[in-house]
């Protein structure tokens, strides 16, 4: 997704949510046991029960250096740092994963409101939401738990 023509914008997502989810390049589908030994109890919580850590919470909001981001829990890279900018929000932010098939899009009517979460597409973890408010090119914000990612060099 390297060329602005390959972005992947709000319409190109809610035409994912509206026929499917691409395939993942790989599965991991372990037990909530098999997850509960590998990952914290934090992390458990947010990726495994859908829970969301407070804002501001991670020093990783700051973090600006180059490597990629991978799920916590399978180790999959979903997130460059070059697509990494400082939202505000108190949430790591990305414009784009790394490729497409990596992160799920779900409609989510939690809370009552109307989101789209994003999950890990190789181990289903919950990762957070996107949002159509992030800068151009693509206008998007992924809104990350820290929790939930792994950084990697």
């Known amino acids: 997704m390297s060329q602005t023509t390959d972005l992947l914008t709000w319409n190109g997502i809610i ?3 509206r026929n499917g989810n691409p395939l993942p390049p790989r599965r991991d589908e372990r037990s909530a046991a098999d997850w509960k030994e ?6 458990f919580y947010v990726t495994r029960q859908k829970g969301t850590e407070r804002a501001f919470s991670s ?21 460059d740092a ?22 799920n899009y779900i409609l989510d009517t939690s809370h009552g409101m109307q989101r789209l979460e994003t999950t890990c597409a190789v181990c289903d973890a919950h990762l957070g939401h996107v949002f159509p408010d992030g ?3 693509s206008g998007l ?7 939930a990612l792994k950084k990697l060099a």
């Open 141 to 147: 914000r992924y809104c990350i738990n820290a929790l």
């Open 59 to 79: 020093s990783m909001c700051a973090v600006f250096e180059p490597g990629r981001y991978a799920c916590a829990c399978c180790c999959e890279p979903l997130f």
């Open 15 to 17: 035409e994912i949510i």
């Open 135 to 137: 800068p151009q090119p």
């Open 38 to 43: 590998v990952l914290t109890p934090e992390q």
């Open 82 to 103: 070059q697509t990494k900018f400082d939202s505000g929000s108190g949430w790591p932010s990305f414009t784009q994963a790394i490729a497409p098939g990596l992160v």
